[in-house]
């Protein structure tokens, strides 16, 4: 049986240590980029009952809230969810959210807060 020193030891424990946050890092770039992707792809609408706004995560696109369709928001909801349960929001930067719009709208075919 060979024996391995505590140094090297170490250095597999740091070298497993980066790939499991080289990991991380990737999956949440997925989770950012699908949010962005469902979030882009889900504006258009026919009327103000097809919108909402939603509560997003800090770290994702359009940050707090975003405004769109409400097919959309259910797609969006799990991803939401995978962000925060995988703890990828940056720790420390997050600054308290604005209030999102009460009021949403169809303008021109796409889901946006209208303007006083």
Known sequence: M???SNTTLILVSLASGLRCSSRLEDNC???????EEIISA????ASSDDCTS???????????????????????HSVVDQ???SKCAPPGTCKPCPMAPEMVAC???ACAAPQP
């Open 54 to 76: 939603m509560i997003t995560n800090c770290g994702l696109p359009s940050g707090c809230w975003t405004i769109i369709n409400k097919r959309g928001a259910v797609l969006l």
């Open 107 to 109: 303008l021109n075919g």
């Open 83 to 85: 962000w925060a349960s």
């Open 42 to 45: 889900n504006q258009a609408c």
């Open 2 to 4: 060979r024996h391995l």
């Open 29 to 35: 770039d997925n989770i950012y980029n699908r949010a």
